[in-house]
T-cell receptor, first 113, second 116 residues
């Protein structure tokens, strides 16, 4: 069965500093990996995805993520954090065509001014 | 392009009462999902439709939950009777699946249910 872990419940970073939100996954086949962001009282918004190809994926709002197959990780990164990046971030995995998306428990990012 | 539309946004009911949530997916999206999100947790799948067919309802508590997707477009999720533990946000999402292309999910704003 597929699963996703986000080892940090909370990440705090100062504005202007780089940020990393960690994600590891477990699938038996090839993973399709996704990052979503959720602001208070809102639905989830798509940030980026890895399907195949270059391990470094660039997405919305300056975010990027690096797929590492040997470490089964897909960490979300941003070179310079903004206060407006403060939100809940979810990593998700999908295994093969026709399978469901499985979401991690979420990481709350707080960017301090 | 209009996004996924859900209603109502908020619903407060007493336990044992029925409740229904409605979802209109993005036009042309053939796959529709209902997720439940408890406070501070990630979304958990309840049911997935491909067109009008429920292809995965293994996580749907069928004794009290039901869903339908008429004509493969709009969908309704119903709870009857509601229990205290059903308090959560119910999220609808849609995607376009074409062959092996894994389209990302597009979510609605969610319907927040409070059962008293």
């Amino acid at each position: 069965a597929q699963s996703v872990a986000q080892p940090e419940d909370q990440v705090n970073v100062a504005e202007g500093n780089p940020l990393t939100v960690k994600c590891t996954y477990s699938v038996s086949g090839n993973p399709y990996l996704f990052w979503y962001v959720q602001y208070p009282n809102r639905g989830l918004q798509f940030l980026l995805k890895y399907i195949t190809g270059d391990n470094l994926v660039k997405g919305s709002y300056g975010f990027e993520a690096e797929f590492n197959k040997s470490q089964t990780s897909f960490h979300l990164k941003k070179p310079s954090a903004l206060v407006s990046d403060s939100a809940l971030y979810f990593c998700a995995v999908r295994e093969n065509y026709g399978q469901n998306f499985v979401f991690g428990p979420g990481t709350r990012l707080s960017v301090l001014p | 392009e209009a996004g996924v539309v859900q209603s109502p946004r908020y619903k407060i009911i007493e336990k044992k009462q029925p409740v229904a949530f409605w979802c209109n997916p993005i036009s042309g999206h053939n796959t529709l999902y209902w997720y439940r999100q408890n406070l501070g947790q990630g979304p958990e799948l309840l049911i997935r439709y491909e067109n009008e067919e429920a292809v995965d309802d293994s996580q749907l508590p069928k004794d009290r939950f039901s869903a339908e997707r008429l004509k493969g477009v709009d969908s309704t999720l119903k709870i009857q009777p509601a229990e205290l533990g059903d308090s959560a946000v119910y999220l609808c999402a849609s995607s376009l699946q074409q062959g092996l292309n894994t389209g990302e999910l597009f979510f609605g704003e969610g319907s927040r249910l409070t059962v008293l």
